[in-house]
């Protein structure tokens, strides 16, 4: 049976990957920063009948991104999945006033969208080598996208959230420098848009979400169960290539 780890799991799009993930046979850690929270997630899906265990984990701490680590080492010996995921969107409850270029804005999302992916990706490297197919998904946005947000007919053209979109642009980077770097491995690293979803971190605009967590997690879930002759260093969402 194959691990997975999914950061920021306890609700949203983590927890909707968490369920179809352990649909799939594979056993689910719901990684959260909030034990009870955490806890709660991991009852909800073995009431449903499916395999999770909780692994306490902070993605801005690195303490808690090694203990995390040495937990899954002693438990599995091996990471098969790894679903960075956890993230935040401060901007969409930001006053307006303060400009786009509010230096700790972009402080605040980079730590967790951007450091807090490299942290664990670091941490759980060699796990994911022990793996006879380790996958890497970074959950990024189609805002993240250079040439989306260039482009005036893009229906994402007007947002302005620039702490959380150079966020994104940032981690489709890593990607592509990390798929390189394991390029001789079985390890495969992809980017995937999930799409505009009805989930808390965008409360103000939840209504006009046409995507449910359930429906966004699709395409995470394709990338993180893609066979060895799937492709690795690119960025999908659920339409297929998305333009970096």
Not at 34 to 45: M, N, P
Not at 105 to 123: D, K, L, P, Y
Not at 141 to 157: C, E, F, M, N
Request: net charge negative; with cysteine; hydrophobic share 40%.
């Amino acid at each position: 049976m194959k691990t997975a780890l999914i950061t920021g799991a306890n609700r949203g799009i983590g927890f909707a990957t968490a369920r179809q993930l352990a649909k799939e046979n594979v056993n689910v850690l719901i990684g959260a920063r909030d034990a009870d929270k955490g806890e709660k997630a991991v009852s909800q899906l073995k009431e449903e009948g499916l395999n999770a265990e909780f692994l306490l984990i902070d993605v801005n701490s690195r303490s808690s991104v090694d203990s995390a680590a040495g937990q899954v080492k002693m438990r599995y010996g091996q990471l098969d999945i790894l679903i960075n995921n956890a993230g935040i969107l401060p901007e969409a409850t930001a006053d307006p006033s303060n400009g786009p270029l509010n230096l700790p804005m972009f402080r605040q999302t980079f730590e967790t969208n951007f450091f807090g992916a490299i942290t664990v990706t670091q941490a759980f490297l060699p796990l994911l080598r022990e793996s006879e197919a380790g996958r890497i998904v970074n959950v990024s946005s189609t805002v993240g996208s250079l040439a989306d947000q260039s482009d005036p007919s893009s229906p994402y053209y007007d947002l302005m959230v620039p702490a959380y979109q150079t966020s994104k642009t940032a981690l489709n980077g890593i990607t592509v420098a990390l798929s390189k770097h394991l390029k001789d491995t079985s390890i495969k690293v992809n980017s995937v848009c999930p799409g505009f979803v009805q989930t808390d971190l965008t409360p103000q605009n939840r209504s006009q979400a046409p995507l449910t967590a359930e429906e966004a997690a699709r395409p995470i879930i394709k990338m993180g169960l893609i066979p060895q002759d799937g492709p690795t260093g690119q960025f999908f969402d659920a339409d297929g290539v998305v333009p970096w």
